[in-house]
């Protein structure tokens, strides 16, 4: 268990594309979401947000999402998205590792994710509203796309004082 860095905006490593962990890597994907638990509640304590993170931001380059909210946490193992819905709406969107920067930008209202649990059960949960936007947000990461690639236009970027603790 240990706190990690966060990567930072313009890290080449948050371009990379993860690769899947195996099940004989389960020991590592306890370990990656332990750290992933740690470094985003220290993250929490000293800007005030963050309900998810993925490996790549603190450089594990596997497939893994740790979500934190509402006093449930969830990590995804190996995840994979499903939209069985079209319809999309505008958002605000923010990261830890460009914390104070929002990007306007399109996500999914509804979203279906298959992933495998600590004990590599095969399970599947749906989301919509927020936390669909939050799983597409972090699942972004495993691919190496982060939200300033996806903004609306060259218009819809704005810092908020309150999130980015440096201003």
């Known amino acids: 268990m240990a706190v990690k860095e966060i990567l930072l905006l313009g890290n080449e490593n948050l371009y990379e594309e993860c690769i899947e962990i195996s099940k004989d890597e389960i020991g590592k994907a306890k370990q990656i979401v332990e750290d992933l638990h740690d470094t985003m509640m220290s993250f929490r304590d000293k800007y005030g947000f963050g ?24 990590a995804f193992i190996n995840p994979r ?3 069985e819905e079209s319809e999309q709406f505008e958002i605000w969107d923010d ?5 104070g920067l929002e990007v306007k930008l399109l996500r999914y209202k509804k979203c279906r994710v298959h992933y495998k649990d600590l004990a590599w059960k095969e399970c599947c949960i749906e ?10 947000h972090e699942y972004d990461h ?4 982060l939200a300033v690639q996806r903004a609306v236009d060259n218009k819809s970027f704005r810092i ?7 201003y």
């Not at 990261?95 to 914390?99: H, L, N, W």
């Not at 989301?127 to 597409?136: N, R």
């Not at 495993?142 to 796309?145: K, Q």
């Open 51 to 74: 309900r998810a993170i993925a490996a790549p931001q603190i450089n594990e380059l596997y497939r893994i999402i740790y979500m934190n909210f509402d006093n449930t946490s969830i």
């Open 95 to 99: 990261c830890m590792s460009y914390p």
């Open 81 to 83: 998205l499903k939209f």
């Open 127 to 136: 989301f919509e509203g927020d936390l669909a936007e939050l799983i597409q």
């Open 142 to 145: 495993l691919d190496g796309i």
């Open 160 to 166: 908020n004082r309150s999130k980015a603790g440096c």
